[in-house]
């Protein structure tokens, strides 16, 4: 016994062993996931990063590409400056990756601060020619009149502006001072002072082609994914927050609120002048070299770039990978606990089969043995002529008679057992009135009872309703039930057999009662299970093979009832079986339904 239990435990040690293993494992996959959320955000933020910068330096290159082409970087002869702007122009036009980008070209010259004339570029010309300042570009003639009042302050007349309102780029025209004059301290009454420019160059952008071209080309091509964008985008205009472009027209028209990254566009790179202002020009008609290295993309730009993930926020976005990541490695775990458990079970399950098996063929051993002996002796002792008179012939015969039905019995239940279990077992079900089944019970069980002293007391409601039945199948089921009170309730001496309707008729409900010792609460969830006999039987030598409420109940499931046990231990026991009327359930499965 010992060595049983023993080997009984080792299942439980084993999934003991799978638990902590499973725990570990959760434990090291909890880690994996925070690290690999750590890493994805991570790369989320370089990749957003990345993104913003090549966008804001290509559309702040295009910026400086334009008014380095298109602004003189050095005085001109006069007589060669018009047709020598208007070579630049073309040339620009040819080569800009953008040419669209430029919607007016404009020179000043004349008077102290070299706005007093206006000179348009004439696409159909070929060249400039005289015009009026227009209404829109006077704001500019005022802040370039200011300009040139600076003089006093080194580079401030010739640093280039940009205007973001109007779309302008305007840059300084003339003879630069030398670096070294403009590294000359501004104070002191005997020190020169830089001149002014002589005039400016004005390009006037297409606002349209910036926010409905350009932007959306870069954008496409920085941020979208095989999959779709991943970010939101929005242009703003600093000066008074207006929302320029928006990426996803679900966007709100206000500028987003915590986005994960900005960058600034609209501007140039400080020293830009100072580049356009060293470099050589090219042969006549000919194009200034580029500019070394990329532009650095400066953090305050007149425009703003604003990016959020879809998700809400970068946070947001590497939260769901972790909650998805972890779910599916919780699913995961799940799954191999469930394994882990099923496996167990089914073990256990296969051992205590084996056990109940085992119990069974030593338990069908015994009680087929002990018909069988009385048979042989009682057989040998008719043989031998030891058996004298005729009373004492009749009582061997009765005993000869009554070992014999029991053995036939138990054979009979082995019999419809195994039937059962292989399928073979066909009802034919039809209307029947549970009177006449009670009634061959009554007969059948009868005189059991009286040789145990037992009365049984049977009523049969006379409302109760007809069921549909295989009228043998089911008498059989209910005689199970009535021998089995019948071995436990003989302390008792009385067993119960009850039918009547319930639910308003829809249901027939039998009862068979006894007021025997009970069952114990340990063995009320195993009394329907093969093979199983509680620890009453076993102590008590009450024969039997368990097999008796197992075919009862499965009888009952074919019949598409149910049926169920009440018992408390000192205070007998009750099997309550429920039919479906046959007015409520057509025929399982027709006349030939298996169990």
């Known amino acids: 016994m010992r060595a049983w239990r023993d080997r009984s435990a080792i299942p439980f040690l084993v999934m003991g062993a799978a638990l902590g293993l499973l725990l570990l494992l959760a434990f090291l996959q909890y880690q994996w996931i925070g690290q690999l959320g750590e890493a994805e955000r991570e790369r989320l933020r370089i990749h957003l990063r990345a993104a913003l910068s090549r966008l804001a330096q290509e559309f702040n290159a295009e910026l400086a590409r334009a008014l380095a082409m298109l602004a003189p970087v050095r005085a001109f002869p006069p007589e060669r400056e018009l047709e020598e702007l208007a070579q630049r122009w073309q040339a620009w036009k040819e080569s800009a990756p953008h040419p669209e980008l430029v919607r007016a070209y404009y020179v000043t010259e004349g008077g102290e601060d070299g706005l007093d004339r206006i000179l348009v570029f004439r696409q159909d010309q070929g060249s400039f020619q005289p015009s009026s300042w227009p209404e829109r570009l006077q704001p500019l003639r005022t802040r370039l009149a200011l300009r040139a009042g600076e003089r006093g302050r080194g580079l401030a007349g010739w640093r280039a502006l940009l205007d973001d309102e109007n ?25 020169e002072r830089p001149a002014s420019p002589e005039g400016w160059a004005i390009v006037e952008l297409d606002h349209d082609f910036l926010v409905k071209v350009l932007l959306p080309e870069l954008v496409d091509r920085h941020f979208r994914r095989a999959e779709g964008f991943d970010f939101l985008v929005q242009v703003v205009r600093r000066s008074d927050r207006r929302v320029l472009y928006r990426s996803d027209p679900s966007l709100p028209e206000e500028p987003m609120t915590s986005p994960d990254a900005t960058a600034g566009i609209f501007e140039l790179r400080p020293g830009l002048m100072r580049w356009l202002a060293e470099i050589v020009p090219g042969p006549a008609g000919g194009l200034p070299p580029e500019p070394a290295g990329p532009l650095r993309v400066e953090p305050e730009g007149r425009w703003q770039v604003l990016a959020k993930h879809r ?51 030593a338990g069908v051993s015994h009680e087929l043995r002990t018909p069988l002996a009385v048979i042989c002796s009682a057989g040998d002792n008719l043989a031998d002529g030891l058996v004298a008179g005729g009373e004492q012939a009749r009582r061997y015969g009765a ?34 009135m549970i009177g006449s089944v009670i009634e061959r019970v009554v007969a059948a069980t009868q005189p059991a009872a009286q040789e145990a002293g037992v009365t049984l007391e049977v009523h049969v409601d006379p409302a109760a309703p007809p069921v549909l039945a295989d009228s043998p199948a089911l008498a059989q089921a209910i005689r199970n039930l009535v021998s089995n009170a019948l071995k436990y309730a003989s ?17 027939l409900e039998i009862r068979v009662e006894d007021r025997g010792p009970g069952i114990p609460p340990a063995d009320l969830p195993h009394v329907f299970e093969p093979f199983y006999r509680g620890r009453n039987a076993s102590d008590a030598q009450i024969h039997g093979a368990g097999l008796g409420l197992t075919l009862a109940k499965g009888v009952v499931e074919a019949h598409r009832g149910f049926i169920r046990v009440e018992s408390r231990t000192g205070e007998g026991a009750a099997f309550i079986i429920r039919l479906p009327a046959a007015e409520q359930a057509p025929p399982p499965e027709g006349s030939d339904a298996r169990q």
């Open 311 to 361: 998700a809400g926020s970068l946070e947001a976005a590497v939260n769901r990978l972790r909650w998805r990541n972890l779910a599916l490695s919780s699913a995961i775990l799940l799954l191999m606990a469930a394994s882990f458990a099923t496996l167990i079970i089914s073990a256990q399950r296969a051992q205590r089969l084996a056990r109940l098996q085992m119990e069974f063929v």
């Open 167 to 191: 779309n302008i780029l305007a840059a300084p025209r003339g003879r630069r001072p030398s670096p070294e004059r403009l590294r000359q301290p501004i104070w002191g009454p005997r020190l």
């Open 491 to 507: 302390a008792g001496k009385w067993v119960g057999i009850r039918a009547q309707a319930t639910d308003s008729g829809r249901w």
């Open 399 to 432: 005993l000869i008679r009554n070992e014999a039905r029991r053995l036939t019995e138990m054979v009979e239940q082995i019999l419809a057992f195994a039937g059962a279990q292989a399928g073979r077992v066909k009802y034919h079900f039809e209307p029947v």
